[in-house]
């Protein structure tokens, strides 16, 4: 069974650009998590989908966004890059997105902005 | 506010001592907790978690916790350190309320195995 996707893994990116980041989940998982981890900052929510919806959003400005396809897959996307947002970007999913649930990362996503 | 409070970023112990790392949480009502491992520049993999079954709870690679209500706490051990171990720990909650799945994490501790 094939495990969370996520592509790419490495990505270099300049101020101001924009930048997607894509997820496949496990087959059958109908909810996509992503997580932005920091040295600083730690592992921080920053949004939820589950059926195409997004159902939980963290503490995160408006630059960042996502979206989920019907086939579960998902992309979030960065506008406007800051210096700051330089970061290991980590998607999970779990079959049916209950707060009991085993979530499954992927090994993520590491953004360099320069 | 539910909240995860990890005591020490750093912990050190000696292969085949006791690995003991900490873990409280906030929350008014009972959450569901979950230990996750990261190895360098990978995702996390679950260790174990509690959901209201059990308060010991066994889980991968020889780990478990204990949930403490009375405490708060949900604290990770493993009798024997082997050099393997050498990650870093991560204890997250999952409010129960909430009816979606979303994660607060603790800020993480990096556990070293000294030979």
């Known amino acids: 069974k094939a495990g969370v996707t996520q592509t790419p893994r490495y990505l270099i990116k300049t101020r101001g650009q924009q930048v997607t980041l894509s997820c496949s989940p496990i087959?059958?998982?109908?909810?996509v998590s992503w997580y932005q981890q920091t040295p600083g900052q730690g592992l921080q929510f920053l949004f939820e989908y589950f059926s195409e919806t997004q159902r939980n959003k963290g503490n995160f400005p408006g630059r960042f966004s996502g979206r989920q396809f019907s086939n579960s897959r998902s992309e979030m996307n960065v506008s406007t890059l800051e210096l700051g947002d330089s970061a290991l970007y980590l998607c999970?999913?779990?079959?049916?997105?209950?707060?009991?649930?085993?979530?499954?990362f992927g090994q993520g996503t590491r953004l360099t902005v320069v | 506010a539910q909240s995860v409070t990890q005591l020490g970023s750093h912990v050190s112990v000696s292969e085949g001592a006791l690995v003991l790392l900490r873990c409280n949480y906030s929350?008014?009502?009972?959450?569901?907790l979950f230990w996750y491992v990261q190895y360098p520049n990978q995702g996390l993999q679950l260790l174990l978690k509690?959901?209201?079954?059990?308060?010991l709870v066994k889980g991968i690679n020889g780990f478990e916790a204990e949930f403490k209500k009375s405490e708060t706490s949900f604290h990770l051990t493993k009798p024997s350190a082997h050099m393997s171990d050498a990650a870093e720990y991560f204890c997250?909650?999952?409010?129960?309320?909430?009816?979606?799945?979303?994660?607060?994490f603790g800020t993480g501790t990096r556990l070293k195995v000294l030979a």
């Open positions: 999970a999913s779990t079959r049916r997105g209950a707060p009991d649930t085993e979530a499954f």
């Open positions: 929350s008014s009502v009972p959450p569901y």
């Open positions: 997250a909650v999952s409010p129960s309320t909430s009816g979606t799945y979303k994660y607060i």
């Open positions: 509690y959901t209201s079954a059990a308060t």
């Open positions: 087959s059958g998982h109908r909810s």
